[in-house]
């Protein structure tokens, strides 16, 4: 099964600030990794698919890098409705499809 | 606009059975791949499984934790998807979406599940 490691578990700052996300994978996935947003009490909503590539309707302060085991969301210029937590999953090797335990991003 | 509906959560005891139903609509279904991801309270997303479309076989994959217990099935004439879950134990409890797969960029709104005495 692939774990997939999230760092840091929170991350505290302030709007305008850039926040860099990271999903380390045990082995490679190639560039199947997607993340996924979600606020308290909501829906998780996916943000970016195939390592790199922004969902419909997601804005462009939200990107995707990376491929084989070390992956980076970086969302840009935060504004205050991006504090969430947010998950990354891997569908490369599978099954099972698995996700990382979630980084918490709060405003400071 | 794509709509996923859950419905059958409620309170079940340990050993018990529920199943668990997603009405699909504003896609073709039938094409499409889907899974149950649940989310237990105050914890992170779990995959449970998956199902894929006919024309790709129809089959099914599970997390090790539901294997033997769950099973995943599909009605494409109804378009919903099932999840069918016996053995229950209190570590089954949460909020169970259901979602398109392989990436989920449809979700419904959840159905929870408590399995408690």
């Known amino acids: 099964e692939i774990v997939l490691t999230q760092s840091p578990a929170t991350l505290s700052l302030s709007p305008g600030e850039r926040a860099t996300l990271s999903c380390r994978a045990s082995?490679?996935?190639?560039?199947?990794l997607a993340w996924y947003q979600q606020k308290p009490g909501q829906v998780p909503r996916l943000l970016i698919y195939d390592a790199s590539t922004r969902a419909t309707g997601i804005p462009a302060r939200f990107s995707g890098s990376g491929s084989g085991t070390d992956f980076t969301l970086t969302i840009s210029n935060l504004e205050p409705e991006d504090f969430a937590v947010y998950y990354c999953q891997q569908r490369g090797i599978w099954p099972p499809i698995t996700f990382g335990q979630g980084t918490r991003l709060e405003i400071k | 606009e794509v709509q996923l509906v859950e419905s059958g959560g409620g309170l079940v005891k340990p050993g018990g059975s529920l199943r668990l139903s997603c009405a699909a609509s504003?896609?073709?279904?039938?094409?499409?791949?889907m899974t149950w991801v649940r989310q237990a309270p105050g914890k992170g997303l779990e995959w449970v499984g998956l199902?894929?479309?006919?024309?790709?076989?129809?089959?099914?994959d599970y997390a090790a934790p539901v294997k033997g217990r769950f099973t995943i099935s599909r009605d494409d004439s109804k378009n919903t998807l099932y999840l069918q879950m016996n053995s229950l134990r209190s570590e089954d409890t949460g909020v169970y979406y259901c979602?398109?797969?392989?990436?989920?960029?449809?979700w419904g709104q959840g159905t929870l599940v408590t399995v408690s005495s």
């Open positions: 979602t398109s797969a392989p990436d989920s960029l449809y």
């Open positions: 199902i894929k479309s006919k024309t790709d076989g129809g089959t099914t």
């Open positions: 504003g896609f073709t279904f039938s094409n499409a791949w």
């Open positions: 082995q490679s996935v190639s560039s199947y």
